[in-house]
């Protein structure tokens, strides 16, 4: 603490005027915790009144006084000569401290009493917990007194011999005693407690030094003086003497049970389930003339016999039982909410199916198409202005695609039959026509290319009539609308009637469920692993759940929607993208959610045993067939096939084999999804067969192996192109064979704008030559994104004819391509035409 007076200066003149009697002061006060404080002190002198020459009075200093806020009286008056005194210049500051330093106090006064209150109610709560404690003590050890108690009566009672008639008759009066009302009783005398022996003296220091301790009797009594009770041992005796005349009383009785029996089990397994022991049952076999051990197994019949012998039930069950049964769950009518509904395009080939749904949907997927036609089945949601939603499935025109066309419409709610105008029903139309009745749902016609010259409507209406289809016009039943996917006429009429069949059909669905989906299509993804491509049915499909699809199992780990987006759930109608799976499944295959992994395996390891009995299952043998020659045999013409997606490597498997005839057949050594690797080309290498890969390519590795092997590699986009090759080749028909010639292959380091749209590849070629007008092919991955031509080759802005490897040059491609990214390969190759040889 420290004190500051006003003095004056030295060097100076103090002022005339009377001694002042109040000298100022301020002193700053340390507190803990770093905080400090400032305030003023008024010292008051006593002021001295005597005549001139008489001794002035000791001084006496009162206390310091610190300031209030309140006003105080002012000084006397200086002389009119004097200067007047100042005021001093702290005194707002002083107030400002006093006030601050009250509030302090007040939040300070206020803590202590909200701490005061936490541990009053801290305190309360412990001692009712610990009275809590105390009367569960005092219950749980009255019923074991009173237990014993009776416990020890019965025992008297058991031992004492019958009563005499004396007793008897003195017991019944005093029974009759006891049942008189009170003020009938004769009085009788209070018993007087016996006294208690005088207990030997202690010393008081031995009290004193066992007044601190704790024992377990004085934990009992609760310093009440009450009675002993029975110590923990005493109990536990008791207990296990209880326990020993129960078990000799008799064996326990048998349990018989209900026994799931499977078509095959163990003896080990059979005797688990039953509760008896394994050697019992091997014994039983053993009398019966079985003499098997505990680890092989017996079938149904067997088991029977044995459960029967031993008493209990039995209860066949079958290996089907394990596979998901979707056909007996039945939501109820109150949990069903309107769903979007599943509109599927079908018609035949180039009839304007993915123009249509481009024009709806304001795409262009047609122009990405390899040979201007659809050889994937795609799936798309479309927003209506309304806020409704439409699914859209858009199925392949070609022959080799009936599969699609089929899984389509049986996944479907309406099919929208897409004939063009100007060139009527083709056979496509027609099979579309077929699967749209056998699936039984409802359809509109679509009358495309309207605007062209020769279009007719009127006959497309006519030439339905010869496949029992009436449209509205005709007096029947089926809307027809006439619509023009390049000039976009009549496209809100196709939707309208869409949504009013829709409302028709009253479509409905369960979303608050576990999810059951259909796979659309299926790929392998280099990067991403399996991709499958479901349309969810019923349910929720949300990340993370654990699911079965055909023979693989797997986690949802994310979801792509139909524009690129990831989502964390897809309700019913929705199309989604799923990674996560443990394999490829087959296009078509269910899709369920399970409750865990375990059950996942299970249903998969199920279905695969079935796939593995089916396809290592032979054909029976007969006497023509065990004798028949070699010569007689058809020859065999294997493949290897490689596709992009599932559903294009099933199409090309069944095109290719119903061109086998009964001198040539196709045997398809290996289909697979995904590009061409090592193992393929080791494959064919062994057998002699070519490598078809459509829309893959084989990596570095696989390249290589291929010509040291000699192996063919063969490649293709476009499906009849394929089975025009394949055709040619198994019939013996001289035709070309269309070889490739790798020109140069180059790696795509960075894309530049180029004109207001387009964009330019910078590439570093790594083999051979790049030309201009070559045929030219990028991939990402080994599959193929685009396929055409070099539109324009230049090096430091110079337009070249050619550039050789390690040089670096810029490259446009015609059909105004965009879609390309650093990383990508390009590869330029000529067309060379051989005559085929078989």
Do not use: W
């Not at 006593?46 to 006496?60: C, D, I, S, T």
């Not at 309208?496 to 409302?503: N, P, V």
């Not at 078509?588 to 009995?613: C, H, K, T």
């Not at 494959?683 to 070519?690: D, R, T």
């Amino acid at each position: 603490m420290s004190e500051t007076t006003d003095k004056p200066k030295l060097g100076t003149r103090a002022p005339l005027g009377l001694k002042r009697t109040v000298e100022t002061g301020k002193v700053k006060q340390s507190f803990s915790h770093g905080r400090s404080n400032t305030v003023v002190v008024e010292v008051k002198k006593r002021r001295f009144l005597g005549k001139p020459g008489e001794a002035e009075a000791p001084k006496v200093e009162e206390a310091p006084k610190v300031e209030a806020p309140v006003a105080k009286a002012a000084p006397p008056p200086p002389p009119p000569a004097a200067k007047p005194a100042a005021r001093p210049a702290s005194d707002t500051l002083s107030r400002r401290e006093l006030q601050e330093k009250l509030l302090r106090e007040a939040d300070e006064a206020r803590m202590t009493a909200l701490e005061e209150a936490r541990r009053r109610e801290d305190r309360q709560a412990h001692e009712a917990t610990a009275d809590e404690k105390r009367r569960a003590e005092d219950n749980r050890r009255t019923e074991e007194e009173a237990r014993v108690r009776a416990e020890e009566e019965a025992r008297a009672v058991a031992l004492a011999p019958p009563p005499a008639p004396e007793a008897s008759a003195a017991a019944a009066e005093e029974e009759d005693e006891d049942r008189r009302p009170a003020h009938a009783r004769p009085r009788g005398f209070t018993p007087v407690k016996r006294p208690e022996p005088a207990r030997p003296t202690r010393n008081p220091r031995d009290d004193r030094r066992q007044s601190g301790k704790l024992t377990v009797t004085r934990a009992l009594d609760d310093g009440e003086g009450g009675a002993r009770a029975r110590s923990l041992a005493a109990l536990k005796r008791s207990r296990e003497k209880e326990k020993r005349a129960h078990q000799q009383s008799g064996p326990a009785a048998k349990q018989y049970r209900d026994v799931d029996v499977p078509e095959t089990i163990t003896v080990q397994e059979l005797a688990k389930r039953m509760g008896e022991r394994g050697a019992d049952l091997v014994k039983s076999l053993f009398k019966l003339g079985t003499p098997i051990t505990i680890t092989e197994t017996i079938d149904q019949d067997t088991a029977e016999i044995l459960i029967e012998e031993f008493g209990h039930r039995i209860n066949r069950v079958s290996e089907s039982d394990i596979d998901i049964q979707t056909e007996t769950d039945v939501d109820a009518p109150e949990t069903l909410k309107t769903r979007p509904a599943v509109v599927t395009i079908m018609g035949h080939v180039d009839h304007g199916k993915t123009s249509l749904l481009d024009a709806i949907r304001g795409e262009d997927v047609v122009s990405g198409e390899a040979g201007g036609i659809t050889q994937h089945i795609g799936a798309y949601q479309v927003t209506l202005p309304d806020k409704s939603k439409i699914t859209f499935l858009d199925t392949p025109g070609h022959e080799a695609f009936t599969e699609m066309r089929q899984r389509g419409a049986n996944v479907t709610d309406i099919v929208i039959l897409v004939v063009a105008a100007d060139d009527g029903l083709k056979p496509q139309t027609i099979e579309a026509i077929n699967h749209t009745k056998a699936a039984g749902v409802p359809m509109i016609v679509a009358i495309n290319k309207i605007d062209k010259p020769g279009a007719n409507a009127q006959k497309v209406r006519e030439e339905l009539l010869q496949h029992e289809i009436m449209v509205e016009a005709m007096s029947g039943d089926v809307q027809d609308v006439e619509v023009s996917a390049l000039k976009k006429t009549n496209l809100d009429k196709l939707l309208e009637a869409i949504q009013l069949q829709a409302e028709l059909l009253e479509l409905k669905a369960n979303p608050d469920r576990p999810a059951e989906a259909a796979v659309i299509e299926a790929k392998l993804d280099k990067g991403r692993g399996p991709l499958a491509t479901v349309l969810v049915q019923r349910g929720t499909l949300k990340v993370g759940d654990i699911f079965v699809v055909g023979a693989a199992s797997g986690k949802v780990r994310a979801m792509i929607d139909d524009k690129g987006r990831q989502i964390k759930e897809a309700g019913p109608s929705v199309p989604v993208e799923v990674l996560g799976l443990s394999a490829v499944p087959s296009a078509g295959d269910p899709f369920s959610v399970v409750e865990n992994d375990a059950r996942a395996r299970e249903v998969a390891s199920y279905r695969q045993g079935i796939l593995d009995r089916k396809r290592t299952t032979s054909a029976p043998i007969n006497m023509e067939t065990l004798f028949a020659s070699k010569a007689d045999q058809a020859v065999e013409f294997p493949l290897v096939i490689k596709g992009d997606v599932q559903g294009s490597v099933e199409a090309i498997v069944n095109a290719v084999n119903r061109i086998s005839n009964e001198d040539i057949k196709v045997r398809v050594l290996h289909a697979g999804v995904g590009g061409i690797t090592e193992s393929d080309v080791t494959l064919a290498g062994a057998s002699g067969a070519p490598i078809i890969g459509f829309n893959v390519r084989p990596n570095a590795k696989a390249r290589e192996i291929a010509e040291r092997n000699k192996v063919e590699l063969q490649y293709y986009d476009v499906i009849y192109q394929l089975t025009d090759a394949v055709k040619a080749a198994m019939a013996g028909e001289l035709g070309p064979l269309m070889i490739e010639n790798v020109v140069g292959r180059a790696e795509i380091r960075e894309v530049f704008s180029a004109g207001k749209h387009g964009k330019a590849a910078g590439l570093l070629v790594t083999e051979g030559i790049l030309r201009k007008a070559l045929k030219a092919r990028i991939t990402r991955e080994d599959v193929i994104i685009y396929q055409g031509e070099i539109a324009s080759l230049r090096r430091f802005k110079d337009d070249v004819a050619e550039v050789r490897a390690g040089l670096e040059c810029g490259v446009t491609f015609t059909q105004n391509f965009t879609d390309i990214k650093p990383g990508d390969f390009l590869e330029t190759f000529e067309v060379e035409e051989r005559e085929r040889t078989l």
